[in-house]
């Protein structure tokens, strides 16, 4: 069976600082793997996706994601980020079933970002 | 157009009556999806239709009813909600066939009363 964990609900961060967030997977077949980011009262946006290819995913913002294999990781990371980052942020695995792709969320990490 | 729009975005309804959701894409997606997000919860899949046909139920109570009119609409019908039915309603589409994840909705907030 597929599913994801986040490994941390929360993670609080000084505005330019470095970020982190966990992400590992279990699959037995192939994966796509994706990054949402959730603001407040809005729903969820694409940060990025791996399908296949470089391992290395990076999005319009400055987020990037490396997908790891061996780890069955799939952390996102920015080098600085700012107050407008707070945000809930999702990994997602697809499985696909049925005809159709299920997407496998994780619990979220509730990113909060500090002046 | 790349986006997925859902109305309407609050809706407040007693437990005894009936409202529908409404969710429309102009993507050319032929797969829709329904979630229900409860508050610091991940979405929770409830229906998926794929070319108009709905392909999976989540085991999701009668009181909500989906529908897909045509390609591009995809509504949901409530009738006779309870309390813990409040939630954020999101409706998502993706490309059939070939996946590069789905396009959400900005939700709508349901509060039963």
């Known amino acids: 069976a597929q599913s994801v964990t986040q490994l941390d609900s929360q993670v609080p961060v000084f505005e330019e600082a470095p970020v982190e967030l966990r992400c590992n997977y279990s699959?037995?077949?192939?994966?796509?793997l994706f990054w949402y980011v959730q603001y407040p009262n809005q729903g969820l946006q694409l940060l990025l996706k791996?399908?296949?290819?470089?391992?290395l995913v990076e999005s319009i913002n400055g987020f990037e994601a490396e997908f790891n294999k061996s780890q069955t990781s799939f952390h996102l990371r920015k080098p600085s980020v700012h107050i407008s980052d707070t945000a809930e942020y999702f990994c997602?695995?697809?499985?696909?079933?049925?005809?159709?792709?299920?997407?496998?969320f994780g619990a979220g990490t509730r990113l909060a970002v500090h002046p | 157009d790349t986006e997925v729009t859902q109305t309407p975005k609050h809706l407040v309804m007693g437990m005894t009556n009936k409202k529908s959701l409404k969710c429309e894409q102009h993507?050319?997606?032929?797969?829709m999806y329904w979630y229900k997000q409860k508050a610091k919860k991940p979405p929770e899949l409830m229906f998926v239709?794929?070319?108009?046909?709905?392909?999976i139920n989540e085991s999701v109570p009668s009181r909500f009813s989906p529908e897909c009119p045509n390609s591009s609409l995809l509504n949901l019908h409530l009738h006779a909600l309870q309390p813990e039915d409040s939630a954020l309603y999101l409706c998502?589409?993706?490309?059939?066939?070939?996946?590069?994840?789905?396009?959400f909705g900005s939700g709508t907030r349901l509060t039963v009363v």
């Open positions: 998502a589409s993706s490309q059939a066939g070939a996946f590069y994840g789905y396009t």
């Open positions: 699959s037995s077949v192939s994966v796509y």
């Open positions: 791996y399908l296949s290819g470089s391992t």
């Open positions: 997602a695995v697809s499985l696909f079933s049925g005809g159709y792709n299920k997407l496998i």
């Open positions: 993507m050319g997606h032929r797969a």
């Open positions: 239709y794929s070319y108009e046909k709905l392909s």
